[in-house]
């Protein structure tokens, strides 16, 4: 046996010391990729495989041209990774460039980071008299943002105070202040992330990006790029905009208007809705359970599912879920059980939901007739009316910047503004969702959100969501089915 580690990514700084100024032609993840699609045809070892592409970076170029865009094996690009810092841009990209389920992103949190008055403004309004009102409408937001900031940490302060319970912690006060004083700030925000892809993904996210109507996101794609042409330029080609990513949603809702017939009927702001779950769910994550564990046909399975007695699935489903702790994932079988919620939330909520990224999440653009969101703190300290107020103005902007500028007019919403969201998501993954966001270091609103959900999936699939629930409660919920407590009730995090 031989086990090799190939590589790992290391800032570039480094990598620009280490092999000087166009000193070395092998520093690019490009030979990886070329031997790793070699390994199906070449008996050689895999690190034989690197050392001759090492040795031939131009041959291997050719290499992944050939095999990734001539014979189509697009995963040979999945090989070469890449980091980028992602700066002063807006919340509202920020959304555009976290749809792409398979990278990885840690984001500047509104929630644990106090905002300063950085803004974006749009280049598709720059010098035009929109400009000013757009200027004018976002400092009024964080010049409340700021107001409402002082006024929570105080009134979380006392609140802190009066409960004996509960320590004096000034970072957990300013954190609960800092979590609701931001749903007052506006989608053009400026934020930051990190970001981690790999070049099949980049490639189509450069190509989404340059299709895309808002001139900063296509300017993100742009310097993306830039980024890495050099680099890796043999597994990213294909990113110019197309019709595909241009023209199908404008064309599907052009459609759409002539289809849906506009009865004036009020909008319907019911916040969570399951809508679509697989019927008998509980007899076929059973069946599913049955067919992993025995030789005999699904069909077969899900036939001696439906004839056992909810005592004799329960069986199952428990031995299933026995040994689980409350940071294990549920098994894979209850990926065959799936649920689709019909959600309606704040952008704040949004951010973190957008999150999930396994599950299948699609949306319609932020839309004042949902109303906003409105912490209960705002309303404690007697803000409520200042609150509505500039949403209300910056709703007065949104139909300004509508009239003449559609693309534009959502970065001047607050992050209490809402949207539609349609979730559709497996069991197994519904699991984790409960796990993180109904747990009591949750934020309010997604905790609540989450909560209704799970409440509504036990309702038609007792049995499958039989342990659900957030890390907070995980020990009560298991000793309520076991009638003892779990192994481990807290992971014992290392000194």
Not at 138 to 149: G, I, P
Not at 191 to 196: F, I, K, M, P, V
Request: hydrophobic share 35%.
């Amino acid at each position: 046996m031989k086990i090799i580690l190939a590589g790992y990514n290391v800032d570039s700084q480094v990598v620009s010391d280490l092999v000087g100024e166009g000193e070395r032609k092998d520093a690019t993840p490009e030979t990886i990729s070329a031997a790793y699609a070699r390994i199906s045809r070449d008996p050689r070892p895999v690190d034989e495989l690197r050392s001759v592409a090492r040795q031939e970076v131009e041959q291997a170029r050719k290499s992944n041209r050939k095999i990734i865009f001539g014979m189509g094996h697009h995963s040979v690009a999945e090989h070469v990774v890449f980091n980028f810092d992602v700066i002063g841009v807006s919340r509202l990209a920020i959304e555009e460039i976290e749809k792409f389920r398979l990278c990885s992103f840690t984001e500047k949190s509104q929630r644990y980071i106090a905002l300063a008055d950085e803004y974006v403004i749009p280049s598709e309004i720059g010098g035009s008299h929109l400009e000013k009102k757009y200027v004018e409408t976002v400092e009024a937001q964080n010049s409340l943002y700021h107001k409402m900031f002082s006024r929570l940490k105080e009134r979380t302060s006392r609140w802190f105070s009066s409960d004996q319970r509960v320590p004096d912690d000034q970072r957990v006060i300013e954190g609960m202040a800092k979590e609701d004083a931001r749903y007052v700030t506006s989608l053009a925000t400026s934020g930051q992330l990190g970001e981690t892809v790999n070049a099949r993904n980049l490639e189509l996210m450069l190509r989404r990006f340059a299709s895309h109507e808002l001139a900063e996101v296509r300017e993100i794609g742009r310097r993306m790029y830039d980024c890495v042409a050099d680099v890796a330029p043999s597994v990213i080609i294909f990113t110019d905009a197309n019709e595909y990513d241009q023209k199908t949603y404008p064309e599907l809702k052009s459609v759409s208007a002539e289809l849906v017939r506009d009865d004036l009927s009020p909008v319907d702001d019911t916040s969570v809705r399951l809508v679509e779950y697989t019927e008998s769910a509980d007899a076929a994550l059973v069946a599913a359970l049955l067919h992993t564990s025995t030789d005999r046909s699904y069909p077969e399975c899900r036939e001696m599912s439906e004839g056992m007695t909810e005592a004799l699935r329960m069986r199952v489903v428990k031995t299933a879920l026995e040994h689980m702790e409350l940071y294990d994932t549920a098994l894979r079988e209850f990926e065959y059980v799936r649920l689709t919620f019909d959600l309606v939330v704040s952008a704040s909520c949004f951010a973190q939901l957008k999150r999930h990224r396994m599950a299948t999440i699609t949306t319609q653009g932020y839309n004042p007739d949902l109303g906003i969101t409105i912490p209960q703190s705002v309303k404690d300290c007697d803000m409520e009316k200042e609150f509505t107020s500039m949403a209300m103005r910056s709703e007065e902007t949104y139909y300004a910047l509508l009239d003449q500028a559609p693309p534009v007019a959502p970065y001047v919403l607050t992050n209490s503004h809402r949207r539609r969201v349609l979730l559709s998501v497996n069991a197994r993954e519904l699991y984790h969702i409960s796990r993180l966001r109904e747990d009591d270091t949750a934020q309010w609103e997604i905790r609540d959100m989450t909560g209704r959900m799970i409440q509504l999936a036990k309702e038609v699939m007792p049995l499958t969501m039989l342990l659900a629930g957030g890390k907070d409660s995980y020990p009560q919920v298991y000793e309520q089915v076991y009638g003892r407590p779990p192994k481990v009730e807290r992971p014992e995090l290392p000194a």
